[in-house]
Protein backbone atom coordinates (compact mmCIF):
# COMPACT_ATOMS: atom_id res chain seq x y z
CA UNK A 1 0.00 0.00 0.00
CA UNK A 2 1.25 3.89 -0.98
CA UNK A 3 0.04 7.19 0.05
CA UNK A 4 -1.20 9.26 -2.67
CA UNK A 5 -2.42 12.44 -3.49
CA UNK A 6 -5.41 11.54 -5.92
CA UNK A 7 -6.32 14.00 -8.57
CA UNK A 8 -9.63 13.52 -11.44
CA UNK A 9 -9.82 15.14 -15.03
CA UNK A 10 -11.22 14.95 -17.73
CA UNK A 11 -10.02 12.99 -20.86
CA UNK A 12 -11.07 12.66 -24.28
CA UNK A 13 -12.28 9.20 -24.19
CA UNK A 14 -14.49 10.24 -20.95
CA UNK A 15 -15.46 13.07 -23.12
CA UNK A 16 -16.65 11.03 -26.11
CA UNK A 17 -18.44 8.79 -23.54
CA UNK A 18 -19.89 10.40 -21.51
CA UNK A 19 -23.16 10.54 -22.88
CA UNK A 20 -23.74 6.66 -22.54
CA UNK A 21 -22.46 6.23 -19.59
CA UNK A 22 -23.88 2.40 -19.43
CA UNK A 23 -21.86 1.66 -22.66
CA UNK A 24 -18.89 -0.83 -22.35
CA UNK A 25 -17.20 2.23 -23.74
CA UNK A 26 -17.68 4.57 -21.18
CA UNK A 27 -16.58 2.17 -18.62
CA UNK A 28 -13.41 1.55 -20.15
CA UNK A 29 -12.70 5.21 -20.02
CA UNK A 30 -13.26 6.00 -16.41
CA UNK A 31 -12.74 2.55 -14.69
CA UNK A 32 -8.97 3.19 -14.11
CA UNK A 33 -6.00 4.95 -12.59
CA UNK A 34 -2.90 6.02 -13.72
CA UNK A 35 -0.06 5.35 -11.28
CA UNK A 36 3.39 6.79 -11.47
CA UNK A 37 5.74 3.86 -12.69
CA UNK A 38 7.99 3.56 -10.02
CA UNK A 39 4.81 3.39 -7.43
CA UNK A 40 3.53 0.59 -10.03
CA UNK A 41 6.57 -1.52 -9.96
CA UNK A 42 6.48 -0.43 -6.15
CA UNK A 43 2.92 -2.00 -5.80
CA UNK A 44 3.89 -5.25 -7.45
CA UNK A 45 1.61 -4.75 -10.55
CA UNK A 46 0.99 -5.36 -14.05
CA UNK A 47 -0.90 -3.75 -16.45
CA UNK A 48 -4.20 -4.46 -16.20
CA UNK A 49 -4.29 -5.41 -12.33
CA UNK A 50 -6.59 -3.85 -10.36
CA UNK A 51 -6.24 -1.54 -7.37
CA UNK A 52 -8.44 -0.32 -4.46
CA UNK A 53 -8.55 3.35 -3.78
CA UNK A 54 -9.27 5.00 -0.24
CA UNK A 55 -9.90 8.07 0.94
CA UNK A 56 -11.91 9.10 4.19
CA UNK A 57 -14.69 9.91 1.74
CA UNK A 58 -14.53 6.69 0.22
CA UNK A 59 -12.95 3.61 -1.36
CA UNK A 60 -13.34 1.77 -5.34
CA UNK A 61 -11.47 -0.54 -7.33
CA UNK A 62 -10.57 0.29 -10.94
CA UNK A 63 -7.99 -0.67 -13.02
CA UNK A 64 -4.20 0.19 -12.34
CA UNK A 65 -2.00 1.48 -15.58
CA UNK A 66 1.35 3.14 -15.81
CA UNK A 67 0.78 7.28 -16.49
CA UNK A 68 2.61 10.08 -16.71
CA UNK A 69 1.95 11.63 -13.51
CA UNK A 70 4.36 12.30 -10.96
CA UNK A 71 5.73 9.99 -7.92
CA UNK A 72 2.55 9.95 -5.03
CA UNK A 73 0.15 10.82 -7.63
CA UNK A 74 -2.77 9.04 -9.01
CA UNK A 75 -5.01 10.14 -11.77
CA UNK A 76 -8.75 9.06 -12.37
CA UNK A 77 -11.05 9.95 -14.95
CA UNK A 78 -14.04 11.88 -14.10
CA UNK A 79 -16.90 9.53 -13.71
CA UNK A 80 -18.13 7.41 -11.41
CA UNK A 81 -15.35 5.90 -10.24
CA UNK A 82 -13.46 8.95 -9.15
CA UNK A 83 -16.86 9.93 -7.55
CA UNK A 84 -16.48 7.23 -5.12
CA UNK A 85 -13.33 8.72 -3.35
CA UNK A 86 -13.92 12.58 -3.47
CA UNK A 87 -15.44 15.16 -1.21
CA UNK A 88 -19.17 15.82 -1.82
CA UNK A 89 -18.78 19.24 -0.10
CA UNK A 90 -18.49 22.20 -3.36
CA UNK A 91 -17.45 25.09 -1.09
CA UNK A 92 -20.78 26.62 -2.82
CA UNK A 93 -19.29 26.30 -6.02
CA UNK A 94 -21.35 23.75 -7.15
CA UNK A 95 -18.12 21.71 -8.19
CA UNK A 96 -16.49 19.18 -5.64
CA UNK A 97 -12.79 19.44 -5.06
CA UNK A 98 -11.67 16.89 -7.81
CA UNK A 99 -7.70 17.54 -7.05
CA UNK A 100 -5.37 16.86 -4.10
CA UNK A 101 -7.37 14.31 -2.02
CA UNK A 102 -5.51 12.16 -0.16
CA UNK A 103 -6.05 8.38 -0.32
CA UNK A 104 -4.21 4.92 -0.64
CA UNK A 105 -3.93 2.59 -2.99
CA UNK A 106 -3.02 -1.28 -2.69
CA UNK A 107 -3.22 -4.33 -5.15
CA UNK A 108 -6.31 -6.12 -4.91
CA UNK A 109 -8.21 -9.22 -6.50
CA UNK A 110 -11.34 -7.34 -6.20
CA UNK A 111 -13.30 -6.83 -8.90
CA UNK A 112 -14.06 -3.93 -10.57
CA UNK A 113 -17.99 -2.98 -10.49
CA UNK A 114 -19.74 -2.73 -13.91
CA UNK A 115 -20.89 1.96 -13.78
CA UNK A 116 -24.37 -0.26 -13.24
CA UNK A 117 -23.40 -2.01 -9.96
CA UNK A 118 -21.54 1.40 -8.68
CA UNK A 119 -24.34 3.72 -9.42
CA UNK A 120 -26.91 1.42 -8.38
CA UNK A 121 -29.01 0.68 -11.68
CA UNK A 122 -30.70 -1.88 -12.99
Known amino acids: ?12 DQGKTVEE ?5 YFKAVSY ?3 N ?7 GLKDG ?3 KVKTEF ?3 VVFARVGEVPKGVVFIPMGPYANQVIADDTDG ?3 PRFKGVR ?5 TDESVKSVKELLGVE
Open 1 to 12: MIEVEIISGRTI
Open 21 to 25: KLSDA
Open 33 to 35: CEI
Open 37 to 43: EEDFRKL
Open 49 to 51: DRV
Open 58 to 60: GEV
Open 93 to 95: TGM
Open 103 to 107: GTVEK
